[in-house]
């Protein structure tokens, strides 16, 4: 019954090792990490996060409908992995339809800018971002996970979506305070291992567009249509699309992110599923290393130099063929955070 509802045949044996990894990674990893043995710890946290990371990924796929015939069966797969990564305070259809005007109108569409939130809170809240991210603490993708739990209780408008967060932080908190309450050393852990998760979902979503962003508000006004005179053609989506591949020579480390970084190639064709990416890449590029082709060791200077500016930066920066060290890159972007 399961195999048949797959939409492709090709597609059940990848599928089902992601499926696998995933799950029984997560648990494996969740459990080494109340070991007393350091080594043990290690492999836990990296299992862990490992596993948080692909269960992004796939929720990204199940967005798409990509792996399974039926829109509900990729919904009900998709809730699984937010439950899993802790994006589930959104709801699946809100994750989903975020990410659907990502592609449609080509742009970042948000319920505010990110930039501006920066420039605009208290100094000292402001100060205190700053020197997280300075120290690599993914402080400003933590803040956005919370806004998506507290702005229902704040915002009149969205006032509806209490009840279901009541639920969901009356399932989750008390876990993760008995977690806590059982090994206070395996808590921590954990959280190192969600940061870990957060700083590499980041990383990846930092330099794979050079979108414009707009508001929730700005598309209502304008009857959903963007209109700054800016032809948002496919030439464009191609142009403002990088693949920041994980390996050129080693491909199978692309796999890391799920082939997330085939990123030209999802955009060329949104539904061709994350294991047939590498191939569509192929197509496309063939063995080019000039842009949009950027492998992530040429990112990791420009992650480090400007991971503070970009917090507050609308400019993203310079990229060429020979260096992307003025790349600034984007912030708050992450499809996990459906605001």
Same mark, same amino acid.
């Given at each position: 019954?399961?195999?048949?509802?797959?939409?492709?045949?090709?597609?059940?044996?990848?599928?089902?090792?992601?499926?696998?990894?995933?799950?029984?990674?997560?648990?494996?990893? %969740?459990?080494?990490?109340?070991?007393?043995?350091?080594?043990?710890?290690?492999?836990?946290? +990296?299992?862990?996060?490992?596993?948080? @990371?692909?269960?992004?990924?796939?929720?990204?796929?199940?967005?798409?409908?990509?792996?399974?015939?039926?829109?509900?069966?990729?919904?009900?797969?998709?809730?699984?992995?937010? &439950?899993?990564?802790?994006?589930?305070?959104?709801?699946?259809?809100?994750?989903?339809?975020?990410?659907?005007?990502?592609?449609?109108?080509?742009?970042?569409?948000?319920?505010?800018?990110?930039?501006?939130?920066?420039?605009?809170?208290?100094?000292?809240?402001?100060?205190?971002?700053?020197?997280?991210?300075?120290?690599?603490?993914?402080?400003?993708?933590?803040?956005?996970?919370?806004? %998506?739990? @507290?702005?229902?209780?704040? =915002?009149?408008? &969205?006032?509806?979506?209490?009840?279901?967060? +009541?639920?969901?932080?009356?399932? =989750?908190?008390?876990?993760?305070? +008995?977690?806590?309450? !059982?090994?206070?050393?395996? &808590?921590?852990?954990?959280?190192?291992?969600?940061?870990?998760?957060?700083?590499?979902?980041?990383?990846?979503?930092?330099?794979?567009?050079?979108?414009?962003?707009?508001?929730?508000?700005?598309?209502? $006004?304008?009857?959903?249509?963007?209109?700054?005179?800016?032809?948002?053609?496919?030439?464009?989506? $191609?142009?403002?699309?990088?693949?920041?591949?994980?390996?050129?020579?080693?491909?199978?480390?692309?796999?890391?992110?799920?082939?997330?970084?085939?990123?030209?190639?999802?955009?060329?064709?949104?539904? !061709?599923?994350?294991?047939?990416?590498?191939?569509?890449?192929?197509?496309?590029?063939?063995?080019?290393?000039?842009?949009? !082709?950027?492998?992530?060791?040429?990112?990791?200077?420009?992650?480090? =130099?400007?991971?503070?500016? =970009? +917090?507050?930066?609308?400019?993203?920066?310079?990229?060429?063929?020979?260096?992307?060290?003025?790349?600034?890159?984007?912030?708050? %972007?992450?499809?996990?955070?459906?605001?």
């Amino acid at each position: 019954m399961m195999l048949a509802a797959f939409k492709n045949p090709d597609s059940v044996l990848p599928n089902s090792l992601a499926f696998s990894f995933t799950i029984f990674g997560y648990a494996l990893g %969740v459990y080494l990490l109340f070991s007393p043995s350091v080594l043990v710890n290690v492999a836990g946290v +990296l299992l862990t996060a490992q596993s948080l @990371i692909v269960s992004a990924y796939l929720l990204h796929e199940f967005s798409h409908w990509s792996i399974f015939k039926t829109p509900d069966t990729n919904r009900r797969w998709g809730i699984l992995m937010s &439950w899993i990564n802790g994006s589930c305070y959104s709801t699946f259809e809100e994750i989903r339809s975020k990410h659907m005007h990502h592609h449609v109108d080509r742009a970042d569409v948000l319920s505010f800018n990110v930039q501006h939130l920066m420039r605009h809170m208290p100094v000292a809240e402001s100060n205190l971002i700053k020197a997280l991210e300075w120290a690599y603490i993914p402080a400003l993708e933590i803040l956005m996970h919370f806004l %998506v739990i @507290i702005l229902p209780f704040v =915002r009149p408008e &969205w006032h509806y979506k209490r009840p279901r967060l +009541l639920v969901i932080l009356l399932v =989750r908190v008390p876990l993760f305070a +008995l977690m806590a309450w !059982v090994s206070l050393r395996a &808590w921590l852990l954990y959280l190192l291992a969600y940061g870990i998760m957060l700083t590499a979902l980041r990383f990846a979503d930092a330099f794979q567009h050079t979108y414009d962003v707009f508001l929730d508000s700005e598309l209502a $006004q304008a009857s959903g249509k963007i209109s700054d005179g800016k032809l948002r053609d496919r030439a464009y989506e $191609q142009a403002n699309t990088y693949s920041n591949l994980t390996s050129i020579s080693h491909p199978w480390l692309n796999l890391l992110f799920l082939n997330f970084p085939y990123h030209n190639a999802h955009h060329e064709k949104p539904i !061709v599923p994350w294991f047939q990416l590498p191939q569509l890449h192929h197509e496309l590029f063939g063995d080019s290393t000039n842009l949009p !082709v950027i492998p992530m060791a040429k990112l990791l200077k420009a992650y480090h =130099r400007h991971r503070v500016k =970009r +917090l507050q930066s609308d400019d993203y920066g310079v990229l060429t063929n020979d260096s992307a060290d003025a790349f600034i890159g984007a912030a708050g %972007v992450s499809f996990l955070t459906a605001l």
